[in-house]
């Protein structure tokens, strides 16, 4: 590398550019909406936590908080326990229809959620699943299995093959050969696996809140209609706003060492 | 990969996902399929319709073939604005970010976080962000004397749209092609330096053939992606100012369930969902044949 002055600058204005609309949008969330009003302000001048502790005394907010998490973590664990005897079946074995099966799986992760939305909030209605996190963890199995079996494929890829034989050879059953030597050997894949997983279905907006009506509403749902009542509260909204993104700030930290690796290995 | 053994008994590991899958795809997509042959009288009174939706909207010259015709190239405008501005950019960044050190980690969250950011609240943060009263962007604009205004007019609709999808979903390029950058071993960059090869040369003969693969498969990604976006706009724009900005899933939800005229919606969900499958075994067909290769 000659010189590494002018691509470290271009990263540098790239990402403060990138930090602009989040930073925009903490800075409404800690201005009252007179302040808002008032005038353009780079910075707050009277900065104040109110509308944080408005969210966080509001059993409706703190709820659907909950909610989010809990399909996004069902959803999660289903999604990884079901795709890795998939995606060793299909990185291992040959089988009759392997390739279209592959194909097909490959397709619902492009399947668009708009198709999806009216059948969906008929079936869920149909088993009586409709406004509970299930729906939702279910419905976002659509496209998160699919994607789960595609990066553990290339995780498992990965492992060379001699090692099932070995294992086999010393006489270590399947499950537990699956289970206690070739698990631990992925780990890293599971976990970029899982945090895949839970970006696709935190930023999942339209069947989470096609599937709830009031018991299971999203906590990004219960902000859009928050604005439709109270006419335009922008620094609640925005507040609202930073909130939703602590969650996937917190995730990635802990993979942000793996990321690239699982981009490059898992072909996400 | 010829090598693998056949074995049927391997179906068994694929049941879970299989039984899954039918759940949460066959069986909608049947659904789907159900309504668009008919038509319906009221609620849950349908009958025998064929291919009636179809031929409409099929048809530019009926009302409905002439509005997804519209709806469509749109959708095929934006993939293509989106795309144009985002795999060159984000080529560009990944060339940037550092290969080793402290700065990689917080480069690689910072540029990760707008895709961990729920697509409603972005579209939220965009609507306040190009706001001329309070937003940034907007103010920005129209303070430099742009005619800018996200609801009245359509071109500032449009590029709003486009750059919203490109502060988005850059990050998506850019990691790719950091993962694939990264693959190169350093043998070819010391190569390169002893024949004394320019930046460009190095960037045309190493660094681009070796981002293939992954740049085929951000096309793929980003190709879809854009295709099917729904959330932002709405939340941005509602697909205005009149239908400026109504890409197809947009139309599709309105006329499914803001009109409930779910026979049209229906029989336009099939075609859409087509065009999709469509691209995407092309694409599958692409990546299959550069893997090959690459094995070889």
Request: charged content about 10%; aromatic content about 14%; proline content about 5%.
């Amino acid at each position: 590398m000659r010189s590494t002055i002018a691509p470290r600058i271009s990263l540098i204005i790239y990402l403060l550019a990138l930090m602009l609309p989040v930073y925009w949008l903490i800075n409404l969330s800690l201005r009252t909406n007179a302040d808002i009003m008032s005038g353009m302000a780079l910075w707050p001048h009277h900065p104040t936590l109110e509308k944080y502790r408005a969210i966080f005394a509001d059993p409706t907010w703190v709820h659907a908080f909950g909610v989010s998490l809990s399909y996004v973590a069902i959803n999660t664990v289903i999604s990884v326990s079901v795709a890795l005897p998939a995606a060793y079946a299909f990185n291992r074995y040959r089988f009759v229809g392997d390739k279209h099966l592959f194909f097909w799986l490959f397709t619902n992760l492009m399947a668009p959620s708009a198709v999806f939305a009216l059948p969906f909030f008929n079936l869920f209605y149909a088993v009586g699943l409709f406004d509970t996190v299930w729906a939702v963890a279910l419905a976002h199995c659509l496209f998160n299995v699919p994607l789960a079996v595609w990066i553990l494929e290339g995780f498992v890829g990965g492992v060379p093959r001699e090692i099932d034989e070995t294992a086999a050879i010393d006489g270590y059953s399947f499950p537990r050969f699956f289970l206690r030597l070739f698990l631990p050997l992925i780990a890293n894949g599971i976990g970029v696996t899982a945090f895949f997983c839970f970006m696709f279905s935190w930023v999942e907006q339209l069947l989470a809140t096609t599937l709830t009506s009031s018991n299971a509403l999203p906590f990004a749902a219960v902000m859009t209609r928050s604005y439709s009542a109270s006419g335009m509260d922008w620094s609640l909204l925005a507040a609202a706003g930073v909130l939703t993104m602590v969650p996937g700030a917190v995730v990635i930290w802990f993979v942000r060492n793996h990321i690239a690796k699982g981009f490059a290995l898992g072909r996400v | 990969m010829m090598d693998k053994p056949w074995n049927n008994k391997a179906w068994f590991f694929i049941l879970p996902v299989l039984a899954l899958v039918l759940f949460s795809s066959v069986l909608p997509v049947m659904t789907v399929v159900n309504y668009s042959l008919q038509d319906s009288m009221g609620v849950n009174n349908f009958f025998w319709n064929g291919d009636a939706w179809f031929r409409d909207l099929l048809d530019p010259s009926t009302e409905i073939g002439a509005r997804f015709a519209d709806a469509l190239l749109r959708t095929f405008a934006f993939s293509f604005a989106a795309l144009a501005v985002e795999i060159p950019l984000g080529i560009a960044v990944a060339l940037c970010l550092p290969r080793r050190g402290w700065a990689v980690g917080i480069s690689l969250v910072v540029t990760a976080l707008p895709m961990l950011i729920p697509w409603n609240v972005v579209g939220t943060m965009w609507q306040i962000f190009a706001r001329q009263d309070i937003g940034l962007f907007g103010a920005a604009l129209t303070g430099i004397g742009l005619p800018y205004n996200v609801t009245q007019d359509s071109v500032s609709a449009w590029v709003t749209i486009v750059v919203i999808d490109v502060w988005h979903w850059t990050p998506l390029v850019i990691l790719l092609s950091y993962a694939g950058l990264r693959a190169i071993p350093d043998a070819y960059y010391q190569a390169a330096r002893i024949d004394g090869a320019s930046r460009w040369a190095v960037f045309v003969n190493i660094e681009l053939p070796k981002l293939r693969k992954v740049l085929v498969i951000a096309v793929l990604l980003r190709f879809m992606q854009t295709f099917m976006i729904y959330t932002e706009p709405v939340v941005v724009t509602g697909g205005g100012p009149g239908s400026a900005t109504t890409f197809l899933s947009i139309d599709l939800v309105k006329i499914a369930i803001g009109q409930v005229d779910v026979g049209s919606a229906a029989a336009m969900s099939l075609v859409y969902y087509i065009i999709i499958l469509t691209a995407c075994w092309i694409f599958f067909t692409i990546m299959t044949q550069l893997e090959r290769r690459g094995d070889s």
